[in-house]
């Protein structure tokens, strides 16, 4: 026997089997998503006696528990049980980073909805009624909600974190133009369809299963473990698939899986946990909001020669992901531009409002905005179009960014370049002017968004996928990774790569559930790395089969194995036919004992990070595009349309067309939505307002644009990915960010907009204020 996971990998220039493509791939849960028979976590079927859980929240953002009663919800019919943080018997803190965050509140409440009571009962409704009988005695403190009211206060998470490059100060003498301001980014809502659940079965010999909606079904086994004081052998999580993370089941579905365990583990019955979606929302992380201070210089031709930013991120409660969040705002301030002189300073602050997580982009975009504010602002002053500005500040290659990586295999430009020619960047500008200069009260506007965002996760260790491919003897194949299926189509791309690897069709293929048991120390399905991983490693596993099959057919033809290969499931002997079927030699291979099932590793080779000096190689490649959003605002209501969005994208060469469209255009989408009417509101107290679908607005089909023209680079494969594609998850969020300066753009020119704070999103109440902005507007109703 050999070691199924030798380390090493696979070489940077791993090559894909050269197999040609099958009929139109799709993916492959779209059949039984339509028919509505795909399985998430409480569509199967439930076990006999299963119990329900719900939730004491937290009344106020901040308070101290002065009194907690639970005796009469222990006597309402149906309840099973009640848990509070005393009944836990291992470890009650969680954290992805630090443990500070108690599965339920022990005196303090930190943010409002914040579990203090977890009730089990025989049905949902008595567990609701439980939680109703409780008596609770809270004092209410006051709620930090600022960033940069709780940096004052010096109540941060991690110490200031500053990157340099160049003499920022020093510079400022030799600009010719030089800008300040303000920036207040909003949060974002996640929204996935299915809100956070996850149901624990009991088994033998105190071993539990937990079937849970996660991003990270390792960290969610090793939770468990830990709040139950059992060893993570014990404890076995298994994921079919989620209806949508997005980053919010990165780390915070992992709660919720907790709390079922622990319920499961001391009764010994199953339990289920549904946050229902006011709760998902009230309870759960969102994307950070950040308060941002920028100043930029620029010489007489446009030429960007300083920039120094300072980033409050608004953390909520708890660490969560927050300072590797930040970490990547920092990597991605200044976004695709070339900038001599570099101060970026960011510091995690804490607040009392449920701790934000991970969200598309990663912190990502967060780091990007203001630097765009900036140079719209520079060329507003200067008196030239942003995409002039942007345009001449691209950074070109083996341009090196503040923490000390290099664009080596750049495509920025030839996106930028591509976009340019085919949406005809100069017409649209005298086009837009033309129509301004006719219509009073309808503005037009548009703006362009060059994306340049980093490929790895930051935490270099957690580069690393596995997968565990079997051939079984009819010749069918079931693949398993630490890949989660949350709409992305990873379990798609998985079948395509065996497919492909095999020479057999899609239709011989099955993808598993992602499962602890067959795979462990799974990193989270995030940072759009997880094809990269899991596919590369699927490559290595099939590989490691198709060697052993070839051995066997070239003994029994008395060949080199090399002269084998398998096309349309028939083997082939030097490209010719041999009539020896794809399902003939798997069964010959399984008699002559060679092994029909591998497992396969890979981490990324060159990849580095100093989290200390902020300097190395974090990204393994980058994936990069150009996009031009184009909107009409009405200037008598503050509505507007998004009109357009087109662009042109570096997808390496994709796996399946259609896959990956969607997570251009759904990217896109969250995009738009998060700069534009995604709006989260909440009280001065610190509660949620917006928590509900019909006050908290999403873009829908009838909001974006029908027009929206995806081209892909051509002649672009990656060597670095599988299949000589690309990540693809998270760049294209970026694009959306082109809306909130295109409808900026057509405020600007009814009613130049003069502010210090650029506030975002920029909703139509928002546009309204700028577009008059001396009327006096009544106090905000809260
Ligand atoms: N697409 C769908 N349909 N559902 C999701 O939850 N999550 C996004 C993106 N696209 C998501 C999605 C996020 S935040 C990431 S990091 C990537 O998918 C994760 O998957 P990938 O690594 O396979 O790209
Ligand atoms: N992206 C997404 N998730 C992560 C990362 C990252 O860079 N680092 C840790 N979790
Ligand atoms: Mo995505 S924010 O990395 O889950």
């Known amino acids: 026997m050999k070691h199924c996971d030798s380390a090493g990998g696979a070489s ?27 399985n998430y976590v409480d569509d199967i079927p439930a076990p006999a006696g299963m119990l329900h859980g719900a939730f004491l929240g937290s009344p106020v953002a901040h308070g101290f528990i002065k009194k907690l009663d639970t005796s009469a919800a222990t006597k309402t019919p149906g309840v099973v049980s009640v848990f509070t943080y005393d009944d836990i018997p291992g470890d009650g803190m969680l954290g992805p980073i630090i443990s500070d965050e108690p599965l339920l509140a022990i005196e303090e409440t930190t943010f409002h909805g914040q579990p203090i009571v977890f009730i089990v009962a025989e049905t949902v409704e008595a567990a609701r009624e439980g939680v109703r009988a409780c008596e609770l005695e809270i004092e209410e403190l006051h709620p930090v909600l600022c960033p940069r009211e709780a940096f004052k206060k010096g109540d941060i998470l991690q110490e200031l974190r500053v990157f340099e490059k160049g003499r920022v100060d020093d510079a400022w003498k030799n600009c010719e133009h030089i800008i300040s301001g303000s920036v207040d980014l909003g949060g974002q809502e996640h929204m996935y369809l299915e809100t956070n659940r996850s149901r624990a079965i009991p088994r033998e010999d105190n071993q539990i299963l937990v079937c849970c909606s996660t991003q990270s079904p390792s960290a969610v086994q090793k939770e468990v473990a830990s709040v139950l004081d059992l060893p993570m052998h014990k404890v076995e999580v298994d994921v079919k698939r989620l209806g949508g993370g997005f980053g919010g089941k990165e780390d915070q579905a992992t709660h919720w899986a907790c709390h079922a365990a622990l319920a499961c583990h001391l009764l010994k019955r199953p339990v289920q946990v549904v946050l229902n979606r006011a709760d998902d929302m009230r309870m759960t992380g969102k994307r950070h909001p950040y308060k941002q201070d920028y100043k930029i210089g620029l010489d007489a031709k446009g030429k960007i020669l ?8 608004n953390s909520g409660a708890f660490m969560d992901l927050s300072n590797a969040i930040l970490e990547r705002t920092c990597l991605h301030s200044t976004n695709a531009y070339a900038i001599p ?8 602050c804490r607040t009392h409002l449920p701790s934000n997580t991970a969200f598309r982009g990663f912190g990502g975009p967060q780091g990007m905005f203001p630097i765009e504010v900036a140079i719209d602002e520079a060329a507003k002053k200067i008196g030239i179009p942003t995409w002039r500005l942007q345009e001449i500040n691209l950074a070109g290659k083996n341009y090196v960014f503040h923490y000390g990586q290099k664009l080596e295999d750049n495509r920025l430009k030839r996106c930028w370049d591509e976009a340019a020619i085919a949406f005809n960047f100069e017409e649209t500008q005298s ?24 490929i790895s996760f930051t935490k270099t ?32 791309n998985m079948i395509e790569i065996c497919s492909r690897s095999f020479g057999i069709p899609a239709s011989l293929i099955k993808s598993n559930s992602t499962n602890t048991s067959r795979i462990a120390n799974i990193s989270p399905s995030a940072a759009s790395a997880t094809t990269d991983l899991n596919g590369n490693a699927t490559l290595i596993a099939c590989n490691k089969i198709i060697d052993g099959m070839r051995e066997v057919a070239a003994k029994s033809f008395g060949c080199d194995p090399s002269a084998i290969s398998i096309e ?20 010959k291979t399984y008699l002559s004992r060679v092994p029909l099932m591998a497992h396969g590793f890979y981490t990324p080779p060159n990849i580095h990070f100093d989290g200390v000096k902020g300097q190395g190689r974090p990204f393994h490649y980058y994936t990069y595009g150009a996009c031009i959003i184009e909107a009409t605002v009405d200037c008598l209501r503050g509505v507007y349309t998004i009109d357009s969005a087109r662009l042109t994208h570096d997808l390496g060469r994709g796996i399946i067309p259609s896959v990956d469209l969607g997570q251009v255009e759904g990217g896109l989408a969250q995009g738009v939505g998060w700069v534009t009417i995604e709006e989260l509101k909440f009280s001065d107290k ?53 809306a909130f300066f295109a409808v900026k753009n057509a405020i600007h020119s009814y009613s130049p907009i003069e502010k210090k704070e650029i506030k975002c999103p920029l909703t139509p109440e928002q546009t309204l204020k700028l577009l008059y902005p001396n009327f006096a507007y009544s106090e905000e109703v809260t």
């Open 568 to 587: 349309n499931a028939e083997v082939l002997k030097d490209g010719r036919i041999t009539g020896l079927s794809w399902r003939e030699l798997v069964s």
């Open 686 to 738: 610190g509660r949620l307002l917006s928590n509900t679908v019909s006050t908290y607005k999403c873009p829908d089909g009838d909001f974006l644009p029908d027009d929206i023209d995806v081209r892909f680079l051509e002649n672009a494969d990656n060597p670095r990915g599988p299949l000589g594609s690309k990540a693809v998850g998270e760049p294209p969020f970026m694009y959306g960010m082109a």
């Open 341 to 348: 002189n570099v101060r970026i300073s960011a510091v995690p």
């Open 461 to 492: 260790f957690l580069n690393q996928g596995s997968s565990l491919v079997h051939v079984y003897t009819d010749g069918s194949v079931s693949v398993t990774t630490g890949g989660i299926e949350m709409g992305q189509g990873v379990s798609s």
């Open 431 to 454: 086009r837009v002017e033309h129509f301004n200069s006719e219509n009073r009260f309808k503005k037009k506007g548009f703006a362009v968004m060059p994306v340049c965002f980093g």
């Open 306 to 313: 300083s920039y120094d930013v300072f980033h409050y991120q």
């Open 12 to 38: 940077d220039n791993m090559k894909s089997p050269d197999v040609t493509r099958g009929p139109a791939m799709k993916h492959c849960d779209s059949t039984l998503h339509v028919k509505g028979q795909s």
